[in-house]
């Protein structure tokens, strides 16, 4: 038996070998884009259909993307930056992780495609620099 923290980071890894879960639908004209690119170029993509990958959190006022998670005080967080997700049409796998805390957060491996923007203040409280509206 692990950890609840180790439990969580364990199973981050296994989605990372097993592949991504799509989240949203691909359309045509979305273009791929690794995720450091959009966020290192932001304004050569805004206003754009974009697709990129990485570790998507939901969780009590947070739906955001980032590119990996990090380990502090035996708790996981995103890695700077992070990207707010906009919009409900997700088809999230059982394949996430769900952690037993209180409110519980959920981790997935995930693609997510959908208009990118930046430039403003986006999500709850306006914290994340970037959206990618996922409709």
Not at 1 to 13: E, F, K, T
Not at 55 to 67: C, G, K, Q, T
Not at 91 to 102: M, N, P, V
Request: with cysteine; hydrophobic share 35%.
């Amino acid at each position: 038996m692990c950890s609840r923290r180790v439990c969580v980071l364990a199973g981050l890894l296994l989605l990372t070998l097993t592949g991504c879960i799509p989240v949203g639908d691909v359309k045509s004209n979305e273009t791929d884009v690794p995720f450091s690119e959009l966020t290192t170029h932001a304004s050569k993509y805004t206003g754009q259909r974009i697709c990129t990958q990485g570790v998507y959190l939901s969780a009590f006022e947070i739906n955001a993307l980032a590119a990996s998670t990090y380990q502090r005080d035996g708790a996981t967080y995103l890695t700077e930056p992070t990207i707010w997700i906009e919009g409900t049409n997700f088809a999230l796998s059982s394949d996430c992780i769900t952690s037993d805390t209180r409110p519980p957060m959920k981790f997935c491996q995930a693609r997510v495609c959908g208009l990118f923007e930046a430039g403003g203040s986006y999500g709850h409280l306006g914290g994340y620099p970037y959206q990618i509206e996922a409709r």
